[in-house]
Every structure is written in structure tokens, then in C-alpha cells.
């Protein structure tokens, strides 16, 4: 990966992301992401600490998520994506879960969200400097449940934001490259402002070398 300073093409973001997806439903489930033990691991035991009985996952990918915290009879859980590839695979491998595929500008329209709060949202690995992400933030914030929380999980960045490139060559298969966006922490507490809300926890995630894999924030209004 390398970063550099400008502005995200949100369309080849969106363009790799469907053009990945049979590659990365095969990494995903078939566990070749060794950084993902440990991400996912403190992602799940930071939604246990908190007691809950709706999730909403957005930008769910092929909804591994939401396997792993289902089967509790009286949840509501439910995955959002703009990718039709991973929604479908998300859906044919989970029954007690809703999935629907929208992109985040259509979030505020979708049918299936509206009237709809929930104790957590969750975005893992799913803001990556598109224009839409601040709307997307909004759209989380104001429909959260009482004490309510946004979850965000997201690759460290440096001092300013930057974009990136992942190539995945360290995957088997074959992978389109996927541009996106690193924020820095000055930048996410301003799109956390600007979306009407405010960082409320931040937590790194470190690998057993102390090599920062990614952070953690619990988001509120």
C-alpha cells in the first residue's frame, strides 16, 4: 500500500468492491486475512460489552459480522451494502438476519430503515473518505436507540489524510486494486462533527508485536 496526499475516486472504490467480491467472500470465509483474528476478535468483544438487542452492520461486506452475533432469539440484526455480490452472500448464508443493498447516499431513502433505531451501528472498515461517508455518519447518529452507540473500525492513519492504494497481493486469487482514504485523528473527530456527533472512545488495536493494525471508536451526538 502506499499513501499520498488527494481525494478519493469514489467510483473506482465502488468499482473494485464488485469486481473483488467472489475474492474477498473466499478470504473472508476462508479465514486468509491473519490481521482480521485480531481486528475482529476486538470488535466483537467491544459490541458484547455493552448490552444490546439491535445492530445495524453498514457496509456489512458478506456479512460476517452478523453471522457471528446471531442465533440469540429476540435480536434484530440487519446488514447494509452497495455491493448486490456481497449482500446476496451475506443473505443466502444467514436467516435471522435482514440484508439490503443500498449505497450510503440511498441510506436516508431506503424503505427498509425507516422508523428504524438501534442500540449499535456499526461501520468496520467501511469509511474510506468517500463524499458520502459524513452523510452516512449522520444517517447512523440519528437512528440510534437511548444510549446508542456508533462503532467505527478503521486502518490507523498519519498525520493528514491520505489516499491509498490496496493491491492485496498478499491474497491468493486475483484482485482489481482498491483505492481509499486515511484519515488522521484531527480528521475524524472534524467528520464526526460535521455529521452531529462526537469521538466518545478511541482505542488502537495492536498485534502481539505491538504493530497498530487498526482503531476503535465508539461514536455518540
Known amino acids: 500500500?502506499?499513501?499520498?496526499?488527494?481525494?478519493?475516486?469514489?467510483?473506482a472504490h465502488l468499482a473494485s468492491w464488485e469486481a473483488n467480491a467472489d475474492a474477498w467472500i473466499a478470504a473472508v470465509r476462508n479465514r486468509a486475512l491473519p490481521s482480521r483474528r485480531i481486528?475482529?476478535?476486538?470488535?466483537?468483544q467491544r459490541i458484547a460489552h455493552r448490552p444490546y438487542q439491535s445492530l445495524?452492520?453498514?457496509g456489512c461486506g458478506e456479512g460476517w459480522l452478523l453471522r457471528q452475533l446471531g442465533g440469540t432469539a429476540g435480536r434484530r440484526l440487519m446488514g447494509v451494502d452497495a455491493c448486490a455480490a456481497l449482500i446476496e452472500a451475506a443473505a443466502a448464508a444467514q436467516q435471522d438476519a435482514d440484508f439490503v443493498c443500498v449505497d450510503y447516499d440511498g441510506l436516508a431513502q431506503c424503505s427498509s430503515l425507516v422508523g428504524m433505531s438501534f442500540d449499535w451501528i456499526v461501520f468496520n472498515f467501511a469509511l474510506f473518505g468517500a463524499e458520502a461517508d459524513t452523510?452516512?455518519?449522520?444517517f447512523a447518529l440519528a437512528h440510534l436507540a437511548p444510549e446508542g452507540r456508533v462503532l467505527i473500525q478503521t486502518l490507523p492513519g498519519g498525520s493528514q489524510e491520505a489516499t491509498s492504494c490496496e493491491t492485496f497481493a498478499h491474497l491468493p486469487g486475483e484482485w482489481t486494486p482498491m483505492p481509499y482514504q486515511l484519515r488522521s485523528p484531527a480528521d475524524w473527530q472534524r467528520l464526526c462533527a460535521a455529521a452531529g456527533g462526537q469521538i466518545l472512545?478511541?482505542?488502537?488495536?495492536?498485534?502481539?508485536?505491538?504493530?497498530?493494525l487498526s482503531i476503535l471508536m465508539e461514536i455518540g451526538p
Open 1 to 11: 500500500m502506499s499513501a499520498e496526499p488527494g481525494q478519493l475516486d469514489t467510483t
Open 39 to 44: 481486528t475482529d476478535a476486538a470488535l466483537l
Open 56 to 58: 445495524l452492520d453498514i
Open 135 to 138: 452523510a452516512a455518519l449522520g
Open 201 to 212: 472512545d478511541s482505542t488502537i488495536v495492536c498485534d502481539d508485536n505491538g504493530v497498530a
